[in-house]
């Protein structure tokens, strides 16, 4: 491999072969990337296991370590779809092998977490929509498109896994933690500090939602174990997320479904798949606390109120679908679909049944944060999306309002709620007027009764 690269065993200076190649763009072409990708598989492993274990560092292997990672990074921020998707492999490898470790312990491993983020983040970026993309939500979805987005979520979320257990030890974080605090440190920084006039990065939003699954993780791991790096790292990605509900609340009325749909559709997706972390927290907050995690609750209790009140304004104000479905012909809808890829179900109403379904210390906690009005504002909603529905016509779901399937789906979410805080009027009404309007159907003939 070094000499393939052009790096000398003996000495450095070489500057030939993939080395070069890889390096300049009027030579960099999908074969040569193509082999990069394969040596990044199997050689940067073997690199950091030498590194760990065949004695004091040498030159020749740290050289040829980098010269590989760097081409790895710029076939990430490369133009080209096909170019980049090359690196997803050896990412996922490279993260496998040096989260093998419980902590970082040589000059590799810390080059390799940084390259990581490095293209974990150049990744994110790469697969933004473009700048007109919702200007007409009647299309459909680019299907190219929709798949790196999927795929770029799974690298994502596998550099920062923590399935392995691995949270290193007090003294020093593992690979994985480290990864994780990088990337939601750098999605913190850029979506807080954007103008509150101004949406923030869809492609920023879209790299923090994919990190559910590890920050689900650490959230039950610092339940169960106090730990300030990892509440630090809660902290800044509750921050994130309260800091976009916060924009989109006070902008969803003002600006275009096509300004909106797409950054509520994915932090509400986000919001929902963090109901275990949010469960966490409030569990937390039922035992001592230090400081840390205090100001987590304290941004917790924030963030949940803020995403609440999200998910009923982008029920109440976008619709579920803009235009007639397309799922029976295309994988990923119409753009103008307020669900999740492929989905069936408005993301706002997910977001409700997952707060109000995870568990009795997340519902009580939803209790706390809005008020025992929650139920009676639910309710309203229900019945201002059946008035919706009937509007629209029996057979038509699309235009404005929710599907049915969506619009039941409020109704859990207000049982569950109303069980738990002695709801029982609220509960009644909804049940009492679907009955009158039965019984009230059938004191009316038919025309058939008329006739016979």
């Known amino acids: 491999a070094a000499a393939a690269f052009g790096i000398s065993t003996s000495h450095t200076g ?4 993939l080395r070069l190649a890889s390096s300049c763009p009027t030579t960099t072409s999908h074969a040569i990337c193509s082999t990069v990708a394969a040596a990044a598989t199997s050689v940067l492993p073997h690199l950091l296991w030498l590194e760990r274990n065949d004695g004091p560092s040498q030159q020749w292997r740290n050289e040829l370590f980098s010269v590989i990672i760097a081409a790895i990074q710029r076939m990430c921020k490369s133009q080209d779809r096909d170019t980049r ?46 700048l007109n993309y919702f200007d007409n939500l009647y299309e459909n979805n680019d299907e190219d498109l929709e798949i790196e987005r999927n795929d770029v979520r799974d690298v994502c979320r596998s550099v920062c896994s923590l399935d392995s257990g ?43 939602s994919s990190l559910a699954k590890p920050l689900n993780k650490l959230g039950n791991k610092c339940l169960e174990q106090p730990d300030e790096e990892g509440c630090t790292i809660l902290f800044k990605a509750l921050d994130s997320f309260g800091f976009v509900f916060q924009i989109l609340n006070s902008l969803i009325e003002r600006l275009p479904h096509s300004k909106t749909l797409p950054l509520s559709r994915l932090v509400l997706i986000g919001f929902a798949s963090l109901a275990p972390l949010l ?66 179900d408005h993301v706002g109403c997910i977001a409700l049944i997952r707060m109000s379904s995870e568990s009795d210390v997340l519902r009580s906690s939803v209790f706390k944060v809005c008020g025992e009005s929650i139920l009676q504002d639910l309710t309203n909603l229900h019945h201002a999306l059946k008035r919706i529905e009937v509007e629209r016509g029996v057979g ?38 679907p009955l009158r309007e039965i019984v009230a159907q059938k004191s009316t003939p038919t025309t058939v009764e008329k006739l016979f």
Request: net charge negative; aromatic share 4%; with cysteine.
């Open 14 to 17: 070489d500057d030939w072969g």
């Open 85 to 130: 998707a090359l690196a997803y492999e050896a990412l996922m490898i490279l993260h496998s092998a040096l989260n093998s470790v419980t902590a970082v312990s040589c000059r590799v491993e810390q080059i390799a977490i940084d390259s990581i983020c490095e293209c974990a983040l150049s990744l994110s970026a790469s697969c933004a929509y473009p």
């Open 166 to 208: 691995n949270y290193g030890s007090d003294e020093s974080k593992s690979p994985s933690v480290m990864i994780l605090n990088r990337i939601v440190s750098a999605c913190h920084s850029a979506v807080t500090g954007t103008d509150p006039a101004v949406l923030p990065s869809e492609a920023v939003v879209h790299a923090l």
């Open 279 to 344: 469960s966490s927290v409030a569990n937390m907050a039922l035992r001592s606390t230090t400081e840390t995690e205090r100001r987590l609750i304290e941004i917790f209790e924030k963030t949940l109120y803020a995403g609440i009140q999200q998910a009923i304004l982008a029920t109440a104000q976008i619709p579920e679908l803009v235009a007639e479905s397309t799922l029976e012909l295309t994988r990923y809808d119409i753009k103008g679909a307020m669900r999740g890829p492929g989905g069936e």
């Open 396 to 433: 038509v779901d699309y235009g404005k309002g929710v599907t049915p399937l969506s619009r039941r789906l409020l109704i859990r979410v207000v049982s569950r709620l109303g069980m738990q805080q002695g709801g029982g009027t609220v509960l009644h009404t909804l049940l009492e007027e």
